[in-house]
């Protein structure tokens, strides 16, 4: 069956550490892969989307994901976290069915 | 541009009270059209997706059912709420396979059974 997991409820980082936000996925074949972002109170923005070539897709407020085939995975990146990334983060992925994971809350320490 | 509108907002309902939830989509033809349902701490659930006018895939055999009766507009209703239908429900559009399948979300409506 379609699946699509993150595997990490709640992680916290210190303000200009690194980020990586994991998601695994279980699908017949490659699927569309996105992630999205929400902030309290807020509906959901696309952060970055990947549909086909270079595995490593740059988006919106510095992120990057990869691509890896071999490992069924498209995890999400930051070089250096800023505070106002604290936010729920979701990965997506899917043809005509989109499905989401669970998400992973992002707490940033100051 | 492309505008979604959902209503309403905020709902309460008692148990065992019919639901409808309306969403409509403007500014495409032939969208994917979607109902999810965001528990807290669950993350987004899919409920039910569309691809054309009559065509809907179930992906959970609860009490909720959806209908899409113009092209589009998008309806999830239930005939008998249960507590356990409380949630923040979503509708979402998206240009249909082969354009990327980006997902727009609408506002979203609370409901709350009681």
């Known amino acids: 069956a379609q699946s699509v997991t993150q595997p990490d409820i709640h992680i916290t980082v210190s303000e200009g550490a690194s980020l990586e936000l994991r998601c695994n996925y279980s699908?017949?074949?490659?699927?569309?892969l996105f992630w999205y972002v929400q902030s309290p109170g807020q509906g959901l923005q696309l952060l970055l989307k990947y549909f086909s070539g270079d595995t490593l897709v740059q988006g919106i407020k510095g992120f990057e994901a990869e691509f890896k085939r071999s490992q069924s995975s498209f995890n999400l990146r930051k070089p250096s976290v800023h505070w106002s990334d604290a936010a729920e983060y979701f990965c997506a992925v899917g043809f005509n069915d989109m499905r989401f994971g669970a998400g992973t809350r992002l707490t940033v320490k100051p | 541009s492309q505008t979604i509108h959902q209503w309403p907002a905020t709902l309460v309902q008692p148990v065992g009270s019919p639901l409808s939830l309306e969403c409509t989509v403007e500014?495409?033809?032939?969208?994917?059209l979607y109902w999810y349902r965001q528990a807290a701490g669950r993350g987004l659930q899919l409920l039910f997706y569309s691809v054309g006018i009559g065509q809907i895939s179930s992906e959970v055999p609860q009490n909720l059912s959806a209908s899409r009766p113009q092209d589009r507009q998008f309806i999830l209703s239930s005939k008998k709420l249960l507590l356990s239908d409380s949630g923040f429900y979503l509708c979402?559009?998206?240009?249909?396979?082969?354009?990327?399948?980006?997902?727009?979300f609408g506002e979203g409506s609370w409901l709350t059974v009681v």
């Open positions: 500014g495409t033809s032939n969208p994917n």
């Open positions: 979402a559009w998206s240009v249909p396979v082969g354009s990327g399948n980006t997902i727009y």
């Open positions: 699908y017949g074949a490659t699927p569309y």
